[in-house]
């Protein structure tokens, strides 16, 4: 490795303690779950988190997405047993008696939704009861800069900048007892320094995207902002900046939301069912 790039392994590493340090995402007392998928984005955290010197354990949820699911786990099994990291596997035929893609493609049938939007909902309740069963303090999520922009992005789009509010490097407004903490130490590194540190790592991830999501929008999003990078320096960093300082006093100002438990599955919710129970409840008409 030449002294470059010895420069920008020390410079990332450095990024992701100061983020985690400065938002005070973790604690060396906290047990962290990290939400590993099997791409560079939750490994390099995985790694980082373990190396940083947090108590940290994976947790894949396996979607059963034909190949692509079989080489995430090859690949999230290979690091946490380099790094001697407990791994736990929450699978979706265990859990729903089928995998994500039969779930998606029940729930079409019936309404109209993209893949991501189902499959999100359903990862995101997973990962907060699993965690919660693994008496996690905090659940670590590999989103990098890029995620985040797009994300904002996204929100305003779709005419729902509120749902913003949560989108710091601590995510969410609302606590409950039963709602693990998301943190999300990559939050200033970009998807090219993530990309370039796992690839110098020697990283085995899989890089193919998830063949479900060719054409979410989020990925035409991500087009247009590459696009509009070349013409404005440091674009997703500048406009990350002005969210993250405009942040309080919106969250002062919003109306504030009750949480209460879905009746079907006691897991915490906004309405009497949550998102998760009301697509199942889809599925199953
Ligand atoms: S890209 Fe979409 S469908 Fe694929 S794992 Fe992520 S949320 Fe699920
Ligand atoms: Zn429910």
Known sequence: MN??????????????????????????????IVACSGGKDSTVTLYLMHKLGYKVEGLNIDLYIGK???????CIKEMCKKLKVKL????????????????????????????????????????????????????????????QVETLVMNMIKGSPKLSLGQAP?????????????IKPLYFCTNDEVRKYSKLMGFSVVSEPCPC??????R??????????????????????????ELPKMVKGAKKEKLTYCKICSEPARKDICKTCELIGILKK
């Open 170 to 182: 601590k995510t969410g407004i609302i606590k409950d007892k039963k709602f693990v903490q998301r």
């Open 213 to 218: 999501s060719l054409n979410a929008t989020r």
């Open 220 to 245: 035409k999003i991500r087009n247009q902002i590459t696009k509009l990078e070349k013409e404005y320096k440091d674009l997703k960093l500048n406009m990350i900046k002005s969210f993250l300082a």
């Open 3 to 32: 002294k470059e790039d010895k420069a920008f392994i020390r410079k990332f590493e450095a990024k992701v303690a100061k983020t985690i340090k400065k938002y005070k995402l973790a604690n060396k007392k906290d047990k962290v």
């Open 68 to 74: 692509w699911s079989d080489k995430s786990l090859k």
């Open 88 to 147: 736990h596997i929450a699978s979706m035929r265990d859990i729903f008696g089928c995998s994500i893609c039969y779930i998606r493609s029940g729930i079409q049938a019936k309404i109209k939704i993209h893949n991501c939007a189902i499959c999100g909902v359903i990862k995101r309740w997973l990962l907060n009861k699993e965690a919660r069963r693994l008496k996690g303090n905090v659940i670590a999520t590999g989103h990098n800069l890029d995620d």
